[in-house]
């Protein structure tokens, strides 16, 4: 986005944890527009 990436901010959280999916999500701290967001992931199983 146009802003500096000193000023970007977000707070990230895992909701519905289930053994086949879940939900990211993710909130802007700092701006008011949203800019685009990739996830990775890994599954580690014990």
């Known amino acids: 986005g ?14 519905f944890i289930t053994p ?10 700092f ?3 949203y800019d685009p967001l990739l996830v990775s992931y890994a599954v580690l199983s014990g």
Not at 2 to 15: D, H, Y
Request: aromatic fraction near 8%; proline fraction near 0%; hydrophobic fraction near 40%.
């Open 20 to 29: 086949s999916r879940f939900r990211i999500c993710v909130k802007e701290l």
């Open 2 to 15: 146009k802003t500096a990436a000193e000023c970007n901010g977000i707070a990230s959280w895992i909701e």
């Open 31 to 33: 701006i008011q527009h």
